[in-house]
């Protein structure tokens, strides 16, 4: 039973497996429904492996070599088994180093370097890797389970600790075909959605069931001892003075390019995302002076034309030659969001979770796999928010005081009471986190049920921890680390990864890559937040500079728009998304009443108006009563 593949198999897919320590080996049905709930992630093939007290699953999608590279793969004596999603892109370097330590291939995969890295390293192999990856590798010699997860969590890993087993998976949705009750809901996660409208690593939806963070590992033993997480990696946002601005952005551009160039490894037809924006533009820029072909582009845009950039975006095309093919989303498109909320496993507010579920459909009727321009923002600090974090912090006064996006432009800013901070408050986590929060404080003290709202004032891990570590750092670096531990893999990442998954598109990110994140890092803060001949600072200085030697100011310094659905505008009275809405929310026999105030939830419905937007809450809200209504077997008790 060995799983040997042939050269240049680097597929990327959905993984799954259990192991059980009551001496009960897993069965064959558990483990092929497990990997049949990921089936999507991977339609080009499947395969299994049972053996002692562990199973393997593997869903691929081929990229690379689309007639072979089957998995789970085995090292030469079949004592290491691996299931394997990744793309590592400096596999060759570590080959030829393993390759003089004495190790022989029989393959041109990067899956098999990752097997010889872990058998001449140990856990110390995930130090060792660039790319994106989640995987589980079997030991069988050293009786143990070794799971990983890249550095930036561009690739999901999730696992369940059940009475005698852990189990792991690329979705939550596999975790639920474990032989076993489903797991219990957790209300502490349900609150930290309404905050973030993402519920941060390591929590989920449910008790006992985690996400394994970004540079993390975990090994448990095959008689059930399992350690805690261990983080062998982590981004040092740290100045480097001294060097000259053109000198920066010479080494920048080179950084980005080789990055782009990495990624563009496939043996199958790839395009790029292109909302017309800076960082998508950015990398539509790059893949057009790297490829002699004419560059496939995908773009989303709307009829309420100050949603759309897809202006933009013919732009870009016309100026770097690039193919384009858009599509308008229309305002009763959410005829699939029952759908879309399953896949995501656990409630997941961010709205433009829609506008990319539309970008990878149109993009999979053409290729299998894109890059897009995901990361710009936190990595070269394109946000909004962090001119106002250097100087303000806002004091939101009600929960339909929010805007729709508050990172996406400044109109949180606007709305919101502002005060000049003092020297004792330089790093305040309270008003960091109050600026994300798409339901207040108040606001959620309102809509709980009285019995459950000590849930509110409770601290969140990851947010504590990554402030613990970002209070030495500058003011713009401490808000980007802050976003590097939390909006980016909790957020950002997780909605490209479900909305393009479901379609069977892989995504990949040149932006978040490790030696382009690291020289992001180390950005003086004139190059993150920069000034052009004015007193005005300008977001993303140095990726501006860039994109300016090719394209106009007025293009490059416009406003920044982001990547949101018109919700306020669908939400009005009469729409059609408004039925759905009104459907969901005002249901009595909806399980949201078993835990916040019906008259609260109407309240909120009433007031969103042209006038004052609450769509926030209702987005959220709206989402919430899907899923509950999809679980009605969850219990919360």
């Not at 009475?163 to 979705?171: H, V």
């Not at 292109?274 to 960082?279: C, E, F, R, T, V």
Request: hydrophobic residues 40%.
């Amino acid at each position: 039973m060995r799983g040997r593949a042939p050269a240049f198999n680097k597929p990327m897919c959905g993984i799954a497996g259990i192991m059980r320590w009551n001496g009960a080996a897993p069965d064959q049905l558990e483990i092929e429904r497990m990997t049949a709930a990921i089936a999507h992630r991977g339609p080009d093939g499947v395969g299994f492996l049972r053996r002692d007290n562990v199973a393997l699953g593997h869903r691929r999608l081929a990229i690379i070599d689309p007639e072979g590279g089957h998995q789970p793969m085995s090292n030469e004596d079949g004592t290491l088994w691996i299931t394997y999603n990744g793309e590592m892109y400096n596999y060759l370097e570590l080959k030829e180093e393993l390759r003089r330590k004495g190790h022989e291939f029989v393959t041109n995969s990067d899956t098999e370097v990752v097997i010889h890295a872990y058998q001449e390293w140990g856990k110390e192999c995930v130090k060792k890797f660039r790319g994106m990856f989640a995987f589980a590798l079997a030991d069988f010699r050293g009786r143990r389970l070794f799971l990983a997860r890249d550095h930036f969590g561009i690739k999901p890993l999730y696992y369940r600790v059940g009475d005698g087993y852990l189990a792991f998976a690329s979705e939550l949705a596999a975790l639920r075909q474990v032989n076993d009750a489903p797991p219990a809901g957790n209300l502490e996660a349900v609150e930290l959605y309404l905050r973030y409208q993402y519920i941060p690593t390591p929590h989920t939806v449910y008790r006992d069931v985690y996400k394994l963070p970004p540079a993390g590992y975990l090994l448990a033993d095959f008689d059930g001892r399992a350690g805690e997480p261990v983080k062998y990696w982590d981004l040092d946002f740290r100045a480097e003075e001294g060097m000259a601005e053109r000198e920066w952005e010479e080494r920048a551009e080179a950084v980005i390019g080789e990055s782009v160039k990495a990624h563009l490894i496939a043996d199958v037809p790839f395009g790029v995302f292109l909302s017309g924006g800076i960082d998508s533009s950015l990398v539509a820029l790059k893949m057009s002076q790297i490829l002699e072909r004419p560059v496939q582009a995908f773009a989303i845009g709307f009829k309420e034309e100050r949603y759309s950039e897809l202006a933009f975006a013919r732009q870009v095309a016309e100026r770097c030659g690039i193919e384009l093919h858009t599509e308008v989303v229309e305002r009763d498109s959410l005829d699939f969001l029952p759908d879309l909320v399953a896949h995501y496993g656990e409630p997941f507010g961010d709205s433009s979770a829609i506008p990319t579920w539309h970008v990878s459909k149109l993009a999979r009727e053409r290729v299998p796999m894109v890059l897009s321009g995901d990361g710009g923002d936190e990595g070269f600090a394109g946000y909004g928010s962090y001119l106002y974090w250097m100087e303000t912090h806002p004091v939101v006064r009600a929960w339909g005081d929010l805007p729709r996006s508050p990172r996406a432009s400044f109109y949180w800013a606007r709305r919101a009471v502002r005060t000049r901070l003092t020297t004792g408050s330089w790093h305040n986590l309270a008003d960091w986190e109050s600026s994300l929060y798409f339901v207040n404080e108040r606001g959620r003290r309102a809509l709980w049920r009285p019995e459950y709202q000590g849930l509110v004032g409770r601290g969140c891990e990851i947010f504590e921890q990554a402030d613990r570590k970002a209070r030495r750092n500058d003011r713009v670096a401490y808000a980007q680390y802050l976003d590097y531990q939390t909006y980016l893999p909790c957020d950002i990442l997780t909605k490209v990864d479900v909305a393009s998954m479901y379609h069977g598109l892989e995504v990949r990110t040149p932006l978040i890559d490790l030696r382009v994140l690291e020289l992001a890092a180390r950005l003086p803060l004139k190059l993150r937040l920069g000034r052009n001949g004015s007193s005005k600072r300008i977001p993303k200085y140095l990726l501006k500079k860039i994109l300016g030697r090719t394209f106009p100011p007025e293009f490059v310094h416009r406003k920044k728009q982001g990547f949101a659905i018109p919700r306020d505008v669908w939400f009005l009275p009469g729409q059609p998304a408004r039925k759905l809405l009104e459907a969901v929310l005002l249901d009595r026999g909806s399980r949201l009443y078993e835990f916040f105030n019906p008259e609260e939830i109407r309240t909120q419905l009433d007031i969103h108006s042209e006038e004052r937007d609450n769509s926030n809450a209702l987005w959220l809200l709206l989402v919430l009563g899907i899923w509950l209504g999809q679980n009605l077997q969850v219990s919360f008790n």
